[in-house]
């Protein structure tokens, strides 16, 4: 299958708007779960986290995706409609059992054995992937995306409600955060079980069908060989970030425990917390671009290729919106976490965001050259980099080392991107875009260290205030318009 996803591209504005609104809800709710919870208890929830949004990935994005392309190109859609969905469900069946099974040994290789009860909530979810996919896949493949993306944002306002009603318990009724972590992997179980309801009771469907000639094996071998590499690095890309995050879950905690001034089990639980703080930093920073890039992406597409305009656009703002980050990090990190602690490992985690951002273009710009096994390449290489380096650089350097880790693996991503298409970041060769850069940066300079105030309210208006005030220098002296160069 040449091109399984470019259907989808269809209504996809809608699915934006549900899933800037989805990224919004994932990010801030962290904020408010982590002063309720701790540092150690924030470590608790994000040890395990990876693993739900893995499966959720492919129950919103992934899976729907292919449904929907595998409908639109099938002379049969009924018949590999019900195998895709047996196939699915066997999966989902068989990887929920073995991981659970293993519960155990894998909250062993985490560095806490405690954490065996919220990781068997986490992977709970694997249970919705199958009917999930098969609703949000038909739907799309309808055009209908107003109802799968209802559905999106049922699953996460349902979900952050229950996360901060588990956070706000521990302050009630007990003190341990591992139970707390169990029922906030309970409430996104819930969240995810919510949208299914809505989804069967506005999506006139039977499901008794799928149900027939469960075991005939010929037919699911073709719907496998149609899912194809295009599809299976689509996937990979879209759960990459979350498999960084998943090597920091196995090597981070343990690399702490091994440096060597020695500190305790509880002081690297609070660390790894620490280090946590990152994401949801990192997710805002994000939000923005990705958002932008998933509406306008298919208006900029041209003949195949990615226009100049999409290019300029995601360097400049990429950068733009970390520079901005980059220096309001040390104020946020104390408005949002009461903490000033370790903000320059925070601040080198968010420098990602460019990285990042330019890579998911490149791997755009592949995907349409159907040169998906060179892009599947660079990122399983970015992968064994993070592998060999996180353990070695967080042992000797701490929460630096293992920013440090993600930040040269992706960097090297970038660079095997650039370095095959040949396409380099001349935008940066814009001197009236630093000059802008500058002025911003010079705003946000003299407000952090000249107008002090100590109540976190006006702490918090102060750096939004900062924000508005340093966008407007930036875009006035870069004379850029945003909306010129999306359209």
């Not at 996919?133 to 229950?162: D, H, P």
């Not at 998943?246 to 639980?269: P, R």
């Not at 890579?359 to 992968?383: E, T």
Request: aromatic letters at 12%.
């Amino acid at each position: 299958m040449k091109r399984p996803l470019i259907n989808t591209l269809k209504g996809v504005s809608i699915l934006a708007i549900a899933g800037f609104l989805s990224k919004i809800l994932a990010a801030l709710y962290r904020f408010p779960y982590q002063n309720l919870v701790g540092d150690q208890g924030f470590y608790a929830f994000q040890q395990v986290y990876p693993f739900y949004s893995i499966i959720t990935t492919l129950s919103l994005v992934a899976l729907p995706n292919f449904l929907s392309s595998l409908v639109h190109s099938s002379d049969t859609p009924e018949e590999d409609t019900r195998q895709f969905f047996q196939l699915t469900f066997i999966f989902s069946i068989v990887a929920c059992l073995i991981l659970t099974l293993s519960s155990q040994p894998i909250a062993r290789l985490m560095g806490q054995e405690k954490l065996a009860g919220p990781l068997v909530m986490a992977i709970l979810p694997l249970l919705l992937v199958p009917f999930l996919s098969l609703y949000r896949g038909q739907l799309q493949a309808q055009n209908q995306m107003s109802k799968t993306a209802l559905s999106q944002v049922i699953e996460q306002v349902v979900r952050v409600c229950l996360i901060i009603v588990a956070a706000i318990l521990f302050t009630r009724l007990t003190n341990n955060i591992y139970t707390i972590s169990f029922l906030a992997m309970l409430g996104s179980f819930i969240g995810g079980g919510m949208a299914l309801v809505y989804l069967i009771f506005t999506t006139p469907f039977k499901m008794n069908a799928l149900f027939s000639n469960f075991f005939t094996i010929s037919s699911k071998r073709n719907v496998l060989k149609k899912f194809g590499i295009p599809s299976l690095v689509f996937t990979f890309f879209m759960v990459y970030m979350l498999l960084l995050q998943m090597i920091d879950v196995f090597f981070v905690k343990n690399a702490l425990l091994n440096m060597t001034q020695g500190i305790t089990s509880n002081q690297a639980e609070v660390l790894k917390g620490i280090y946590d703080r990152g994401q949801p930093f990192l997710q805002l920073g994000l939000v923005i671009t990705t958002s932008i890039l998933t509406d306008a992406l298919p208006k900029l597409t041209k003949r195949g290729v990615v226009s100049n305009q999409i290019w300029q656009a995601v360097t400049y703002l990429s950068i733009t919106i970390t520079t901005g980050l980059f220096l309001l990090l040390p104020s946020m990190n104390d408005v949002l976490f009461k903490s000033h602690e370790y903000s320059f490992s925070l601040q080198l985690f968010i420098l990602q965001i460019p990285l990042i951002s330019m890579i998911q273009l490149h791997h755009h710009a592949l995907f349409l050259a159907h040169k998906n096994k060179q892009s599947g390449l660079f990122l399983i290489s970015g992968l064994c980099l993070k592998l060999i380096l996180v353990y070695p650089l967080t042992s000797s350097f701490g929460l630096i080392g293992a920013s440090l880790s993600s930040l040269i693996s992706l960097l090297f991503v970038y660079l095997l991107y650039m370095i095959y298409s040949k396409k380099m970041p001349n935008a940066l060769l814009n001197t009236r875009f630093w000059l802008a850069i500058i002025a911003m940066s010079f705003v946000i300079l003299i407000g952090t260290h000249f107008f002090l105030v100590d109540n976190r309210l006006l702490q918090l208006i102060k750096i939004g205030l900062l924000t508005m005030i340093s966008a407007a220098v930036f875009f006035k002296v870069s004379k850029f318009k945003l909306k010129t160069l999306l359209t």
